[in-house]
């Protein structure tokens, strides 16, 4: 999986993607697609795929983030 398959499969735009703009379409999409409603396993799993790959890069970014910002506000003290 990668980030544009993910985007795809959601159906999001790279400049929508938050958290709770994903775990919103997440649970949107796996309501329409559930096997017992009806839908393919294949694209049910494929969905739940996509949202945990971009939650989980959205969180290391947050974290990336937050570790370049303390090192930036321990240059500027020097």
Known sequence: MNR???LKLLNL???EVTP???RAR???LLAE???DKGGDVATFHA???AADFLLQDEES???FGDIFDDIAKK???L
Do not use: G
């Open 4 to 6: 544009a398959t993910a």
């Open 20 to 22: 709770a703009v994903i």
């Open 47 to 49: 969905i739940a795929e």
């Open 33 to 35: 697609h559930h096997p």
């Open 13 to 15: 735009s790279e400049s």
């Open 26 to 28: 997440r649970r949107t």
């Open 61 to 63: 970014a947050d974290l």
């Open 75 to 77: 240059r500027r003290a």
